[in-house]
């Protein structure tokens, strides 16, 4: 009995240690996967990814990140794929159905108009039950209320659907609220009531990055400086180390035409430290600006550069496009 105790317990601590390294391994790949996906490095990220699903099929952490990391290399369906298993791994998992919903979002944006239908009624339920699970999941809040704002009743929208999401949203975060109110205002058109519900969410302290550099987003487009500088203090406050906030506060000086070195020096940092990610700035926006800046100090040659460079990266730019034509004009 003795001799047996001994090969039993020793069959436990053998079989401990091989559980032990599997989860030590299966973490190890979530992390390399977390690290790539940082990196901006999606492709590896997958590779990293697919194996540690391989080893830990029942992870939904590594399904999720496969879907981010899918969707920045645009491989919609296997986005979609990766989204799935992982709410199939847990249902209950409100994050988990907000990727799902913006999934299926994102390819519907690519779709032909039928097929966009069918997608756009999965990617609202799947917005409406990542609330459902989870009231305190702001982003998920945020996206069903643009949705209901933007879509039709076609496909599951219409404003009225959103005047109770943004009451609740107004009453748990002052700043979310104001946002919320802003963003569908936007979806109408409605820039006035936009721009002002947009100040309202700057000045009650959000706490989402996300929310400030969306804000941020939409002042560049409507060329408010002082807006961007708003936006670039409580980014800055927020998340200090996050570089979003030199591109806005960098276009604000452009605006303004004010200490043109200071946003020089701004725009190349960003450049340096950004990801290539949405909700990021892209490159070919920042040369884009830097063309601007050496416009507004008549350097015609070195703008010209820059607007070239925002073309090679981004043929579409139309604010270099535009910008070409007019110094070949000039």
């Given at each position: ?12 601590i053998?079989?401990?240690t ?6 030590v ?8 996967g977390?690290?790539?996906?940082e990196t ?5 990220a ?13 992870n939904?952490?590594v399904?999720?990140l ?26 209950q998992?409100?994050?988990?159905h ?11 944006d690519?779709?032909s108009?039928?097929?966009a ?7 609202r339920k ?51 609220g ?40 939409y ?70 600006w ?23 990266l ?17």
């Open positions: 009995m003795v001799r047996g105790s001994k090969s039993w317990l020793a069959v436990v053998a079989a401990s091989v559980v032990a390294a599997t989860n391994k299966q973490e190890a790949g979530l992390e390399a977390r690290h790539a996906y901006s490095d999606y492709a590896k997958v590779q990293v990814l697919q194996a540690a699903a391989a080893q830990d099929p029942k939904g952490d399904q999720l496969l879907a981010k990391s899918y969707l920045e290399l645009q491989e919609r369906d296997a986005a979609i794929k990766s989204a799935e298993k992982a709410v199939a791994i847990d249902p998992n409100s994050i988990y907000e990727w799902l919903g913006r999934a299926y979002g994102d390819k519907a690519h779709a108009w039928f097929s239908i069918s997608l756009a009624k999965k990617t799947e917005f409406e039950t990542a609330v459902q699970l989870d009231e305190k999941n702001f982003s998920a809040r945020q996206v069903l209320i643009e949705f209901d704002c933007s879509a039709p009743g076609l496909v599951g929208g219409g404003e009225e659907k959103a005047r109770p999401q943004i009451k609740q949203l107004a009453e748990m975060d002052a700043a979310e104001h946002y919320a109110e802003g963003n569908c205002r936007r979806q109408k058109k409605d820039f006035a009531a936009a721009d002002a519900e947009f100040a309202k969410a700057l000045e009650s302290n959000p706490k989402s990055a996300e929310l400030i550099y969306d804000i941020g987003d002042a560049v487009k409507r060329s408010q400086a002082d807006t961007l500088l708003a936006v670039a203090e409580a980014g800055e406050r927020v998340a200090p180390n996050e570089p979003r906030g030199k591109f806005y506060r960098g276009v604000a000086l452009i605006l303004r035409k004010e200490d043109l070195d200071e946003s020089e020096t701004l725009l190349r940092e960003y450049l340096k430290k950004a990801p290539l990610r949405s909700g990021y700035p892209r490159p070919a926006a920042v040369h884009a830097l063309g601007r800046l050496f416009e507004n100090q008549g350097k015609a040659e070195e703008a010209a550069k820059e607007y070239e460079s925002a073309l090679k981004d043929p579409k730019n139309k604010m270099a496009q535009e910008a070409l034509k007019r110094l070949k004009k000039g």
